[in-house]
């Protein structure tokens, strides 16, 4: 590979160059440790910290809530955050940097499925701390992990390959019923579909079988779709996505058997969040691999120039129809996990409101990245249920800012970012003084 | 056997006429070129022969084979390689991805190995990766490799549109004016490439070009195309005294 120079015309400055050499020579894994740390801290000293400070209890989601309700517990809010989250990592991040730097050079020599699980077992073990606290963290944590599936499935579509589909509710949909439906008839005592048909115990062992299935339901909804709209190129998705979402959603509205438009509930409760966690890193994982590989990077160059695609051997119609399906099948599984989370689903739930939302975070954090969707769903996800007491104004607030990224940054906050594990795990140096 | 045969090809954009009974053969290692006013068609030709028309009447043979009909990428990866006259580029892409993209065809380890990040896909998009490095150390751009191309000066672009199409392994390379708005030292540069090209890999080439001067020093046998149809053919002495073709560059008053 060709040396890249530090400073060539192409980037930007880099913003901020002392809080970046500052806390540059962090590597990964001690920032993951600092973070375990300050969970562990809170659970620990959390209440009475929150005393101390005088705020009724600990704050849920980082203090924003609180201090919507009551503007005087602002300061109280900031100084817990301060000191449990921000200084407690930065001050364990900064004493670990140099054993952590060292392990991380070491491996860099293991085979790196192992160096992987190890920081994705830390992250687990802090997201474990975290939402142990109370069932409302756990709860917005997985819809949060659920988001960035669906995020992801949404940017290869509208990021990688460019074109603009609208039907994700409606795979989500499909996803979520298919797989509801499964666990619902065999796993449930239910009056919609009578006794359950095994016993409960295998219910772990089919749950991943039904979201699958639930998965593979999405897709074939994608072949009708992707038939008819990639013989040309165009606002024609766009359009015929539309209308496939209105479909579903009243084709479930009208079927009965599936509760028609109350929909279904008492979902065997099996989207705990090591569930969900895995699932999300073998989303982000296979995604991740496509999106990198050749195959996937044919879908960039369909969208720059599907003529010199073709004329350079690539099959444009078959590289779109495997990426669009295997985008709604991720969508598809989601929605599984989504229905298992929530434990009730109607039609209503996949209407034009999901949408915007999953538009939102793919635009906000970025096209054609799978950083950008990471920080999109997580930013967006979080950030609205902060902003849950402002109530009506929240959809102020979120548009608002979703007008200033499009005017500041048009293709979002972590756009064109190739995602790669070894460079995100290997060990950091200060960065060196730009000349 | 000729690599590529092309017989009688007619082809209507509606009512409008826009080749008329073509004809072609070109022999592997020869260089041939097709040369002929703004409009005459000969993009055309390049389209229709490439796949991305369907001529209305007409065969076209390669390598004794009819593909008439084909998708473009099936004419590509059966050996036509070919460059387009307004740089057709992945702008978000960077070089070495563009060359990695042209063994598309040859990439075999399917959805599995892109999915799951198999080893045999990581060998293949190694050996890839190696291919593509030599072709573009060959054209002299290896230390652009990381580069996106839009950030590359326009020569530069040009030999990465060249790199692209030798990395599918053609037997035959259709050259869209490959020298257009070059400066002359950049066109120098690019006769050199294309002569390599012909000599060491043995390729076929095809070529449009407007630059006669160019199309003399290259070719051992040029048509000219005027409104779709072939006036004349021959050896660039025989074109260049050609009145008609004289006629269609200059005008009538000019032949005297």
Redesign the interface.
């Known amino acids: 590979m060709v040396e890249k120079n530090g400073a060539s015309p192409g980037n930007p400055p880099k913003r901020f160059p002392r809080l970046r050499s500052f806390l540059g020579d962090i590597p990964l894994l001690a920032w993951l440790v600092g973070g375990l740390i300050s969970v562990l801290i809170e659970q620990q000293i959390g209440d009475s910290l929150a005393t101390f400070l005088g705020l009724p209890k600990i704050p849920v989601l980082f203090g924003c809530m609180l201090a919507m309700k009551e503007p005087l517990l602002l300061p109280g809010a900031l100084a817990y955050v301060m000191v449990i989250y921000g200084l407690t990592i930065v001050l364990i991040g900064k004493i670990t940097a140099r054993p952590f730097n060292q392990l991380a050079t070491k491996m860099m020599q293991w085979p790196i499925a192992i160096a992987v699980a190890l920081h994705l077992v830390v992250l687990y073990a802090i997201m474990h701390v975290w939402s142990d606290f109370s069932l409302y963290r756990e709860l917005t944590l997985k819809l949060t992990l659920i988001a960035i599936m669906l995020t992801l499935s949404l940017n290869i579509i509208n990021g990688y390959m460019g074109e603009f589909s609208c039907s994700h509710p409606g795979f989500m949909a499909l996803g979520a019923y298919g797989a509801s439906a499964v666990m619902v008839l065999f796993f449930v005592n239910d009056r919609l579909f009578g006794d359950a048909l095994l016993p409960e115990f295998l219910g772990p062992f089919f749950f991943p079988l039904a979201l699958i299935l639930g998965g593979i339901a999405a897709a074939l909804g994608a072949l009708l779709i992707a038939i008819p709209s990639f013989k040309t190129r165009g606002d024609y998705l766009a359009i015929i996505s539309l209308a496939f979402m209105f479909i579903v959603k009243s084709l479930f509205e009208n079927l009965q058997f599936l509760g028609g438009a109350r929909g279904i509930k008492g979902q065997p409760d099996l989207a705990n969040l090591p569930t969900v966690f895995i699932w999300m890193v073998i989303c982000v994982w296979v995604i991740n691999n496509f999106v990198r590989s050749t195959m996937g990077k044919a879908l960039n160059a369909v969208r720059d120039d599907e003529m010199a695609a073709e004329a350079m051997t690539v099959d444009t119609r078959r590289t779109k129809m495997v990426a669009f399906l295997f985008a709604a099948f991720w969508a598809g599984v989601a929605g599984g996990l989504f229905a298992h989370t929530i434990r009730f689903i109607n039609p209503n739930t996949f209407g034009v409101q999901r949408l915007a939302e999953l538009l939102a975070m793919v635009y906000f954090g970025g096209l054609n990245s799978v950083y950008g969707s990471i920080v999109g769903a997580v930013s967006l996800n979080l950030l609205g249920e902060m902003l849950r007491p402002l109530a009506l104004f929240k959809w102020i607030i979120i548009p608002l800012m979703l007008i200033l990224i499009m005017i500041y940054r048009p293709t979002g906050l972590v756009a064109f970012k190739e995602f790669d594990v070894r460079k995100l795990i290997q060990p950091k140096r200060k960065p060196e003084k730009e000349v | 056997m000729p690599l590529l045969q092309v017989e009688n090809m007619t082809h209507y954009f509606g009512g409008l006429r826009a080749v008329h009974n073509f004809n072609l053969e070109i022999e592997p290692g020869q260089i041939r070129a097709l040369i002929g006013p703004n409009g005459a068609g000969k993009t055309t030709i390049f389209n229709l022969i490439?796949?991305?028309y369907t001529p209305t009447e007409g065969r076209i043979m390669l390598n004794g084979q009819n593909i008439v009909g084909l998708?473009?990428?099936e004419i590509?990866?059966r050996g036509l390689?070919?460059t387009?006259q307004n740089l057709?580029?992945?702008?978000?892409?960077t070089v070495l991805?563009h060359v990695?993209?042209?063994?598309?065809?040859?990439?075999t380890?399917g959805?599995v190995?892109?999915?799951?990040?198999t080893a045999k896909?990581n060998r293949e998009?190694a050996a890839?990766e190696a291919k593509a490095m030599e072709l573009l150390d060959l054209m002299d751009i290896?230390?652009?490799?990381?580069?996106?191309v839009v950030?590359l000066p326009y020569g530069a672009q040009r030999r990465v549109e060249m790199a692209?199409?030798l990395?599918?392994e053609p037997k035959i390379l259709f050259l869209d004016e490959p020298t257009v708005g070059m400066t002359p030292e950049e066109l120098d540069q690019m006769l050199e490439i294309i002569r390599t090209v012909h000599q060491d890999m043995g390729l076929a080439i095809y070529l449009i070009e407007h630059r006669l001067k160019i199309v003399m020093e290259l070719c051992e046998k040029i048509q000219t195309l005027v409104f779709g149809e072939v006036i004349a053919e021959g050896t660039p002495e025989e074109i260049q005294n050609n009145p008609k073709v004289i006629e269609a560059y200059l005008g009538k008053e000019a032949v005297h």
Do not use: K, V
């Not at chain 2, 057709?88 to 892409?93: A, Q, T, V």
């Not at chain 2, 990695?100 to 990439?107: G, N, Q, V």
């Open positions: 490439t796949g991305i998708q473009p990428h590509a990866s390689g070919r387009f057709c580029l992945w702008r978000h892409m991805e990695m993209m042209a063994r598309y065809a040859r990439l380890y959805l190995g892109a999915f799951f990040g896909r998009e890839s290896a230390h652009l490799a990381d580069q996106t950030n692209r199409a990395a599918s």
